[in-house]
Nanobody
Framework: QVQLVESGGGLVQAGGSLRLSCAAS????????MGWYRQAPGKQRELVAR???????DYAASVKGRFAISRDNAKNTVYLQMNSLKPEDTAVYYC?????????WGQGTQVTVAS
């Protein structure tokens, strides 16, 4: 069973950058697709970006061109580089490990973008 711990959230001014990290343990990291999701107050959790176990990436339209997901299988870590941040990017960001139709979630990290 994989365990996930996110880090790197915080408060940033609009236009700034943050890099989120998600460290995995307890299972074979390279077997999993990894995703970053976010949930803003009063809204449903939404997919931000996903990287497959083969390195293929997908992005939500709202972040394409500004965010980049990457994985380092040697470090059992997935990253989300977030540039040109906007106030509407404010949310709790969650890391997920996905395999065979099931997901394991981290505890989340708060990202707040001030205007």
């Amino acid at each position: 069973q994989v365990q996930l711990v996110e880090s790197g959230g915080g408060l940033v001014q609009a236009g700034g950058s943050l890099r989120l990290s998600c460290a995995a343990s307890g299972s074979i990291f390279s077997n999993y697709a990894m995703g970053w999701y976010r949930q803003a107050p009063g809204k449903q959790r939404e997919l931000v970006a996903r990287v497959s176990n083969r390195g293929n990436t997908d992005y939500a339209a709202s972040v394409k061109g500004r965010f980049a997901i990457s994985r380092d299988n040697a470090k059992n870590t997935v990253y989300l580089q977030m540039n040109s941040l906007k106030p509407e990017d404010t949310a709790v960001y969650y890391c997920a490990a996905e395999r065979l139709g099931s997901s394991k979630w981290g505890q989340g990290t708060q990202v707040t973008v001030a205007s």
